[in-house]
């Protein structure tokens, strides 16, 4: 009995351990890339060469006309909401416009899925907040995020969804909303990435 | 069975206290200093449908480049930025009170200064059409502007030998007019004591005790 009582302790200290390591490793760290699915299509997000292929494209996005914008100064975004969306499109666009064969890497394809969750999660929790001010703040926020850079990295994603470069499963249990419908359409899609 | 539930309930935050705060104990303790720098350091006891984020308040976006000046920058910077510039450098002085260097002569203008900024941006704020406040965002900012003044205000006073006249002299004129408009907002109803929570400086709720509310102006 005295066994069990200590092998049952142990065993939840463990379990907390474990819970622990991974929420903070999750929520704090935001290593979300570490939860995506494994399998011959996703590799190592942290090897992943796109990543500072792609620092020159963060280096002055306030450059780059074609980034995100605000078109009014009545809105109620935060200076860092703002700076986040458009150094992600900037980022984004890098990954999958400018380089549009980075994504059939599977280094690049498991950091270009993180970061695509990480994109629609950003937009969605704008949306959320703008929500509370009304319709006006709304079509600010959705102005902001249909800049040409946006609009390409849509097409991007659409054409990645078509030839079968990005499928649900990359996507694992988060499947942002956005891109449901369009991986839905292409199921079965075949990979058409140049093979080496 | 409520020992076993606690057993299991330690089990769980020693094991995530332990190995979490070790491996990660500098990267949490920076993360949550961001935090606590970005978010607004209003009561978290008032009602969260009074207040709401004052980096982004209209009123915010007319007054803090008036109190706050970034030179040139200033048509470039969007005032929520501003406004966690001013944030930014309150931290600082907090840091210094903190650090206990009350012999220190910059350390309590730093104090003074601090205050002058703040009664400034609730003074700007103040100015502004009463019903302003009716909206959660100003609110927030002039709750924020007005607890902070006064605690910095404190923080300065207990050293008034050290510091400039001329600048005892900004901060007294600064709550003689921040005590009037908080008098007239309490009677229109656009500040309530909740708003300030318990910690507020007995100025604010003396005010907030001893006024009485005589209309709503936010009611249309």
């Known amino acids: 009995m005295l066994e069990v009582n200590f092998l049952m302790r142990v065993a939840f200290v463990l379990g907390g351990i474990f819970v622990g390591i991974n929420l903070i490793n999750y929520y704090v760290l935001g290593n979300s890339g570490d939860y995506l699915p494994g399998g011959p299509r996703m590799g190592e997000w942290k090897q992943a060469k796109i990543r500072e292929a792609c620092y020159p494209a963060l280096e002055s996005p306030e450059r780059d006309g074609l980034l995100p914008k605000l078109t009014t100064n009545k809105h109620r975004i935060d200076w860092r909401d703002l700076t986040n969306a458009v150094e992600m499109t900037a980022a984004l666009n890098c990954y999958l416009v400018t380089h549009p064969n980075a994504i059939c890497e599977r280094n690049n394809r498991a950091y270009i899925v993180d970061y695509i969750g990480r994109y629609f999660l950003k937009f969605d929790e704008m949306m959320n907040t703008a929500r509370r001010y009304g319709d006006s703040e709304i079509s600010t926020v959705k102005d902001l995020w249909d800049s040409p850079r946006n609009r390409a990295i849509n097409m991007a994603l659409m054409q990645s969804a078509t030839n079968g470069r990005l499928i649900k499963a990359d996507f694992g249990w988060s499947v942002p909303a956005a891109m449901k419908p369009m991986l839905d359409r292409y199921t079965g899609a075949t990979d058409n990435c140049p093979r080496a | ?220």
């Open chain 2, 1 to 220: 069975m409520f020992r076993q539930i606690l057993t299991l309930m330690l089990a769980f935050v020693g094991g995530f206290l332990v190995v979490g705060g070790w491996i990660w104990g500098p990267k949490i303790s920076s993360a949550v200093s961001g935090l606590v720098s970005a978010g607004p350091s209003i009561s978290l006891f008032a009602d969260a449908s009074r207040l709401g984020r004052p980096e982004v308040a209209p009123v915010v976006r007319s007054c803090i480049f008036r109190v706050l000046d970034v030179g040139s920058d200033a048509s470039k910077m969007e005032p929520s930025a501003g406004y966690f510039i001013l944030k930014a450098g309150t931290m600082q002085a907090n840091i210094s009170a903190l650090a206990g260097k009350r012999e220190d002569r910059r350390s309590e203008y730093g104090a003074a200064a601090v205050a002058i900024k703040w009664g400034e941006l609730a003074q700007c704020i103040y100015a502004q059409d009463d019903r302003e406040l009716c909206d959660p965002d100003n609110r927030a900012a002039m709750v924020e502007a007005t607890t902070k003044f006064f605690a910095f205000a404190k923080q300065a006073d207990a050293s008034k030998p050290t510091i400039p006249a001329d600048a005892a002299r900004a901060m007294d004129n600064l709550s003689d007019k921040l005590l009037n408009a908080l008098k007239n907002h309490r009677r229109y109803g656009t500040l309530v004591a909740a708003d300030f929570g318990s910690f507020a400086a007995p100025e604010i709720m003396r005010v907030m005790r001893e006024e009485k509310e005589t209309r709503d102006i936010c009611k249309r």
